[in-house]
Structures are given as structure tokens and as C-alpha cells.
């Protein structure tokens, strides 16, 4: 819901500054005032086109800020999340917009976040149907209508399970479509994966085969240098002279003493355990020096093995394991059993998931078909009250090429007046019937999707995006139409926030709030202000568009407020 509104030098809005509750709220004021200004200036908020010009004159810039209640609108959530943004503790979402001349000077901010313009305009979306003249997207798009018409029929389940199937069958057709060419390919690269397949089998590498290989052979090429260490070692422990030989003479020594001091026998036992000691470390160390030598014919065998792989991990994915599954690859490509297999197997899929996309087609096209007269009936129902009373609608479903979203295309075709062609919407309506038709639209899906939750048990629900704009919808209408508008933007009003840009008293007398927006001209500048009316200034603001004057007259008045007490009844 939109709550907060300011405006600064766009235009002729010098500095505007607007607070907005639920309900509908009317936006009033005399022809050029600036009413069509201030649903620009939101517009521009919303992401809708920015113009240099739309600047007040002699200022660097204009900026437009706008303040949202998102909770609870899993769209916005949606949205935000894509983009990185988080609402506030309370739940507001603030959008910015700056626009004035030169590089960088047209920028849009979401809660203080510098943001593209596509991304303000996809938050924006989930936020306002900005329904101001020739801008009513969705009924002048026709591809918006099937989803219209799904919406009003309750069939969104229906038409979620043809979106997967359909999403599940174009991806087997994809898979198969691969494999096909991989087929085709496979007969042009046969003699090349066999030779491929030939050369590295004939290697037959084995995981972890290298590492083992280059550390065998740094040892055999280090092995005459560790052979030579190993008998110095040994030499000097059991050798002429060596270490065991000492340990000897100076056990017989301590040995020779030990009737004199008894403790030169317990050191003479331990000198003897050296002895031992130095005679096995010795036998170990020629043992292991004998082993080091190796087979002299090891190395180049090794060498080469080690070459061999080298070149080939080089030539077939720069390492051991790539080198390994391209093998693995090669093999389950000249597998052709495998390949049929497959083909055979997305071959017997696609077939059945075709059958059940055709299935939940028909299925689909049944219910549009059946659903299309009872929209059409619907908003003709409305409009007739809302001063199209010749007005014809007719919802056509025809058949066309299969696609996510069926195998129809959905025409809303209007006949505005007897004797008048029917013509698709966006061909044939004006700008102010294509309010009231989308007026319409929004009463008809109200009601079925109302409808649809006391069917289903649920708590009634709201159709439509949380807040909606309209501009001139009140066009050419007269007073007693008027009234009946007004009571029903007021009925919608009651579903979602309304504010209606208005030139009648009767659609006026009807909101739950009032903005008058009034021309000034201060210091030889023309400005306009706005600003939110209690009571009594709905009463002279009334009195002014009916006619009388603003101040001077008690039956004026009266008049004024007999009218608001009748437009509080409820719409029919």
C-alpha cells in the first residue's frame, strides 16, 4: 500500500508532500491545476519513462520518492531478494527517484540502494497498477489476456501442472535432440575415438600411477648416493677401528676393574649392550645398502613409463584423473549399444510426455472455453453501469501453436456502441472506456477469486496488486453514471487502495479520503499545491465542482454533504 508521497521540482509541483491511507482516495482540483502532473510524477516513481523536461524550470533536478507497506506481498519479497534489498523493521519500502540533465543525473534508489531502472520497475510492478489514459497494460496487451481469463476461471492449478509437464517434456526433447546429433556426429568421429580409445588403453593408466612412478625413479636416480652413505654408516660402526670395535676394548677394561669397584661391572654390561647395538645398526645399514642398488634395468624402464604419460596427459586434459575419465568418455561414446539404448528410452518419454501435455491442454482449452462467455458477461454487466450501456464483450479463445501456456490465444474484442465494428481492445478502445473496462476486470476477478475461496472453505480473498491508480477514468461520464462509479471504486476500494484522479463530485463525494490540487502563481512562478482535505474542506471543494460557489452558501453545502452520505451506500 502506498503511504507517503513527495514531490520536488517536477514540473509544476515545487514541493509536495502527501500522506495516503487504505480505502479510495479521490484527487481533485480545477482543469490544468496539476492533476495529471502528480500521476506523472508517480509514474516516473514507478519507473515509467523520465524526461530532462519534466524538470522545473531553472532547477538542476526533480525527485520523487515514494513510500510502500509491503508486508505480506510475497511479489515484492521476491523481487527484492533478486536484487539484494531488505525491508525495514516496519516493513517499508521506499523507492527514489532523481532525474535531471547531464551523465548520471537520472537515478533510482530502492530503501537508499543505488538500483538499475529495470530493477525499480520490477519491484515497482508488484507494488501499483498505475492505470493512467493509454497506459492500461494489461488489457491492451493480448497476450496478458489468456492469463486474465485463467485468473477469473480458477484454473491457475490446472494451468501450473501444463507448465511443468510442458517444461518436462521440452526438456526430454532437448535431451533427445542432443544425443541425435551426437549420433549423427559419433559416424564422423568414429576412426578418430578409436585410435583415441586405442592409445590410451594401450597405456592403461592407473590412478595415483605417476606420483608412484616419479618417486621410484628420484630414488633409483639418487641410488648410488644413498648406497654410498649407507656403507660409510655402516663402516663406521663394525669396521676396522669403528665403533663397535671401541665399545669392545672398553667393556674388557671396565670388566678387568670390576673386583675393585663393583659399579665398572653394571657400566661394562652396558658398554657390551653398544657392542650389540652397533654390530645390528651396522648389519641393517649394509642390508639396506645391498637392497638400494636395485636392477640397473629399472630406471629406463620406469623413465619411459613415466614420458609415456606425461605426453599423453598433455595431449588429453592436463591431468591424471582427466586423463582417465576422457578414457571412460571415449569409451561410453563408441559404445553405440548404449547410445540406442538411450535414444530408445527419452524416445518412449517424450512420447508419453507428450500425451500427457496434449491431455492437460484440451483440458485447459475445455475450461477457457468454458469460462471465456462468463467474463465477458461479467464486466459487460459492469460497464453497462458505468455509462457504456451498448457496450459488447466477447472473450475469444482460439487455437494456436503449442507453448507453456497451452495451445490458445486469448482476445478480449470489444463493440463499444450499436452498429460499431468489434475490434480487439487495444485497437478499438478509447482511453477512458479502457478504464472502466480494466475496472471491470478487476470487480469480475474480485468476485471469482471470492467466489473461489468460499468455495474452497478460505478466508475471502483480494485480487489485483495492492494498490491501483486510475486517471480520467471518469471521462465523459455524466452525474448519474458518476454516482454508480463512485460507489463502486469505493467497493474496490475495499479490496485494494484506490486513488482515483477525478473531474466528478459524484466519484469524489464517494472516497474515504480527499486531495485537492490547486494552481498559484507566487512571485511571477506558477506553482501547484497539494493538499489532503478534512471534512469540511470536502464540502467546499464538492460545492466548487458542482457548480456553486466554494463559499457563500449554506444549500452549497448541504448539497455537498447529502451527497457524501449517498455515495456511502454500498455498490450493486
Not at 250 to 276: F, K, N, Q, V
Not at 374 to 401: E, F, N, S, T, Y
Not at 447 to 468: E, K
Request: hydrophobic letters at 45%; a negative charge; glycine letters at 10%.
Amino acid at each position: 500500500m502506498l503511504t507517503a508521497l513527495r514531490i520536488a521540482d517536477f514540473a509544476i509541483l515545487e514541493a509536495v508532500e502527501l500522506t495516503f491511507g487504505p480505502g479510495l482516495t479521490a484527487v481533485t482540483g480545477e482543469t490544468g491545476a496539476g492533476k495529471s502532473i502528480l500521476v506523472d510524477a508517480l509514474g516516473v516513481v514507478l519507473g515509467g519513462r523520465a524526461s530532462e523536461r519534466a524538470v522545473r524550470h531553472g532547477c538542476l533536478s526533480a525527485e520523487v520518492e515514494a513510500q510502500f507497506e509491503a508486508v505480506g506481498q510475497p511479489g515484492v519479497r521476491a523481487a527484492l531478494d533478486e536484487a539484494g534489498i531488505s525491508l525495514d523493521d516496519q516493513g517499508a519500502l521506499v523507492l527514489r527517484r532523481v532525474i535531471g540533465s547531464g551523465a548520471g543525473k537520472n537515478r533510482c534508489h530502492v530503501n537508499g540502494r543505488l538500483v538499475p531502472l529495470h530493477t525499480l520497475r520490477e519491484i515497482a510492478g508488484q507494488l501499483v497498477d498505475l492505470c493512467a489514459q493509454h497506459a492500461h497494460h494489461r488489457l491492451l496487451d493480448p497476450a496478458a489476456h489468456l492469463d486474465l481469463l485463467d485468473r477469473f476461471a480458477g484454473h491457475l492449478d490446472l494451468r501450473q501442472a501444463f507448465e511443468a509437464a510442458h517444461a518436462a517434456w521440452r526438456a526430454t526433447g532437448r535431451d533427445l535432440d542432443a544425443l541425435r546429433a551426437r549420433q549423427r556426429q559419433a559416424a564422423d568421429r568414429l576412426d578418430w575415438l578409436r585410435f583415441v580409445h586405442h592409445e590410451i588403453a594401450e597405456l592403461a593408466p592407473v590412478a595415483g600411477e605417476l606420483a608412484q612412478i616419479q618417486a621410484r625413479v628420484a630414488r633409483l636416480r639418487a641410488a648410488d648416493q644413498l648406497v654410498r652413505a649407507l656403507s660409510e654408516a655402516g663402516h663406521a660402526l663394525d669396521g676396522d677401528g669403528g665403533a663397535r670395535e671401541a665399545a669392545s676394548r672398553s667393556a674388557r677394561a671396565l670388566e678387568r676393574h670390576a673386583a675393585i669397584d663393583p659399579t665398572c661391572a653394571a657400566y661394562g654390561e652396558r658398554m657390551r649392550e653398544i657392542e650389540a647395538l652397533c654390530g645390528e645398526l651396522a648389519f641393517d645399514l649394509h642390508a639396506h645398502a645391498r637392497a638400494s642398488r636395485g636392477d640397473e634395468r629399472e630406471l629406463p624402464r620406469l623413465a619411459e613409463r613415466q614420458d609415456k604419460i606425461l605426453r599423453m596427459i598433455k595431449k588429453h586434459g592436463g591431468s591424471e584423473e582427466a586423463l582417465i575419465a576422457r578414457q571412460a568418455e571415449v569409451a561410453a561414446e563408441l559404445d553405440a549399444d548404449a547410445t540406442e539404448l538411450r535414444l530408445h528410452e527419452l524416445e518412449r518419454a517424450e512420447t508419453r510426455q507428450r500425451g500427457e501435455v496434449d491431455g492437460l491442454a484440451r483440458e485447459l482449452t475445455e475450461r477457457r472455453t468454458l469460462a471465456a462467455p462468463a467474463l465477458a458477461d461479467r464486466m459487460a454487466a459492469i460497464v453497462h453501469h458505468l455509462g457504456m450501456p451498448a457496450a459488447a464483450l466477447r472473450v475469444d479463445v482460439a487455437p494456436r501453436a503449442l507453448s507453456h501456456s497451452g495451445a490458445d490465444a486469448v482476445c478480449l474484442c470489444l463493440r463499444a456502441n450499436r452498429g460499431e465494428a468489434e475490434g480487439p481492445l487495444h485497437e478499438v478502445a478509447s482511453g477512458g472506456e479502457l478504464s472502466r473496462l480494466l475496472l471491470a476486470l478487476q470487480r469480475a476477478l474480485g468476485d471469482a477469486a471470492s467466489s473461489q475461496a468460499r468455495t474452497d472453505g478460505q478466508a475471502t480473498a483480494t485480487d489485483g496488486l495492492p494498490t491501483a491508480i486510475f486517471d480520467e477514468v471518469d471521462a465523459g461520464l455524466s452525474g448519474a453514471t458518476g454516482i454508480v462509479l463512485g460507489r463502486f471504486l469505493a467497493e474496490v476500494g475495499r479490496r485494494q487502495q484506490v486513488v482515483c484522479i477525478s473531474h466528478l463530485p459524484q466519484v469524489a463525494a464517494a472516497a474515504d479520503h480527499h486531495v485537492v490540487v490547486r494552481k498559484r502563481e507566487v512571485g511571477g512562478r506558477t506553482r501547484s499545491e497539494v493538499e489532503g482535505l478534512a471534512d469540511s474542506g470536502r464540502a467546499d471543494e464538492l460545492a466548487r465542482m458542482l457548480g456553486t460557489p466554494a463559499a457563500g452558501g449554506e444549500t452549497a453545502r448541504a448539497h455537498a454533504l447529502r451527497l457524501i452520505a449517498e455515495q456511502r451506500r454500498p455498490f450493486d
